[in-house]
């Protein structure tokens, strides 16, 4: 019959031996919780940003547009305010108009 040796945990030696294996396990299920969580928090994140992009998005072309209506307002006004003048002229009347938001602004 072979001879075994001292059973596990019977000597100093097998018992760091044994904490050594149970502390290994335990590090490697932390890692793979940390790298289950990090892969969960990326696409959580991802979802964020895709969600937050397309919302830019929108408010961007809104920008746009309402910057375009604004050039747009601002010529006509000025046109207007032409024709009133010439109008005025015309009539033999002078009509003192509001400074325009550049002249405001400038002085």
Excluded: H
Excluded at 73 to 86: C, L, P
Excluded at 87 to 99: A, C, D, I, M, Q
């Amino acid at each position: 019959m072979p001879k075994r040796g001292p059973a596990p945990g019977a000597t100093a030696e097998s018992r760091v031996l044994i904490l050594l294996e149970d502390i290994q396990q335990k590090v490697k299920a932390s890692n793979e919780g940390i790298a289950s969580l990090r892969a969960e928090l990326i696409t959580r994140m991802d979802r964020q940003f895709e969600s937050l992009k397309s919302r830019i998005d929108v408010l961007e072309l809104a920008v746009r547009k309402n910057s375009e209506d604004i050039r747009k307002n601002s010529e006509d006004i000025r046109k207007n305010s032409e024709d009133i003048r010439k109008n005025s002229e015309t009539s033999g009347r002078t009509v003192k108009t509001l400074p325009s938001y550049a002249e405001r602004s400038n002085g």
